[in-house]
């Protein structure tokens, strides 16, 4: 039977009848606990799962950690919307989705321990939550567990998250390939990913021959949202020295922290893109934050939840598989808040990899 989906000699090894082990690989949830355990443990004895569809998931009770705001529309729409798409990708499969709220950091460990021995929790999902200790705790639950746009530094989780590096290193990319030298950056660095966008961002300053400085090209704020992105930016407009030239294209972490620009800017008798482009790493809330259509560099949402679930069937099908990390890659919208700057041809350092020879 090796490999092979043979549902009468799974019956006669478990001693349970034939619809109980077809309800049991099709994903039903209508059988105990006890006669599942026993029909997956000989089918992945007997390599069965090798040759299943990875359309077919194989458990029926998922618990998602994340932090409180992710399960409000109005507090993160980010958020929001990837667990959404976890309820997307289950929706098709007789699967009960469960929620606990935790804190990135420092989350209650007692409550995380209580929740993941709860019988009823057969695998758990992780989104945006930071903590090392959960990170180590999950492990040893010996549970199938997905990290969603977090990063496990030692290794012991599959995981999915937007690529944000090469987010950042293309989104900046854009605005010197349409003339822009001067390109400052507004963004949020209170978690890993956001470091990882910067840390792209000085790769195509890297790339481009510009060097790149905090001090000049970089406003670092505490969260994302509109008015303390309009704050910063006025105050950063307000110190510059008499004569110093204003930034030709300001690079924002997401669309309210753009529409903070913009109002800004506004304020300043500054108009977009006219005097200043603006692009935005985000892309999804146009509509409902600004009357100028943002430029932007959609990063995937939607689609984590789809391929969080992806990996923890992997994870079901393949238990000794090495551990993956993916990530999604982003795609450019041209609309209305980036045009040309106007005279400023990018005009590359000379650069050589070798000392130049003496003649």
């Given at each position: 039977?090796k ?10 090894q478990?001693?349970l009848?034939?619809s ?13 606990s ?8 000989c ?29 409000d ?17 289950t929706a098709?499969h ?15 460990a ?33 549970k199938p ?64 021959h ?15 949202g509109a008015q303390?992105s309009?704050?910063?930016l ?22 309210y ?10 304020k ?23 009357d ?39 795609k ?28």
């Open positions: 039977m490999g092979k989906l043979n549902i009468q000699q799974i019956a006669d478990t001693g009848s034939i109980t082990v077809s309800r049991v690989l099709a994903g039903k949830n209508n059988t105990s006890k006669a599942r355990d026993r029909v997956l443990e089918a992945k004895s007997q390599g069965v799962f090798n040759g299943l569809s990875t359309g077919r998931l194989m458990l029926n009770n998922i618990m998602i950690f994340a932090p409180a705001r992710a399960f529309v109005r507090s993160d729409i980010f958020y929001y919307k990837v667990v959404q798409g976890i309820l997307a990708a098709h007789e699967v009960r989705v469960r929620y606990c709220a935790m804190e990135e950091e420092n989350a209650n007692a409550l995380f321990i209580a929740k993941m021995t709860d019988p009823l929790t057969e695998a758990a999902l992780l989104v945006g939550i930071d903590d090392p200790h959960i990170h180590l705790l999950a492990a040893e639950m010996g567990c997905v990290l969603v746009n977090c990063h496990d530094r030692h290794m012991r989780h599959d995981s999915v998250s937007p690529d944000h590096q090469s987010m950042g290193d293309f989104a900046c990319d854009y605005l010197f390939s349409q003339g822009h030298q001067h390109i400052v950056t507004l963004q949020c660095l209170r978690r890993h990913t956001m470091e990882l966008r910067l840390s792209g961002i000085k790769q195509a300053f890297t790339r481009h510009q060097t790149f400085s905090d001090n000049h090209h970089l406003i670092n704020t505490s969260g994302f303390e309009e704050q910063a006025l105050e950063y407009l307000d110190a510059l020295p008499i004569g110093q030239p204003l930034p030709t294209a300001i690079l924002a972490g997401g669309d922290m753009a529409s903070g620009v913009v109002a800004a800017l506004s300043k008798g500054i108009s977009v893109p006219g005097d200043i482009s603006v692009l935005s790493t985000d892309g999804f809330n146009l509509a409902e934050i600004h100028v259509l943002l430029t932007a560099v959609h990063v995937p949402r939607d689609e984590l939840g789809t391929e969080a679930i992806a990996l923890l069937q992997r994870r079901m099908l393949r238990p000794d598989a090495p551990y993956t990390s993916q990530l999604l890659q982003g450019l919208v041209v609309r209305e808040s980036v045009r040309k700057a106007s005279g400023r041809a990018v005009i590359p350092r000379p650069h050589h990899l070798y000392d130049q020879p003496v003649l």
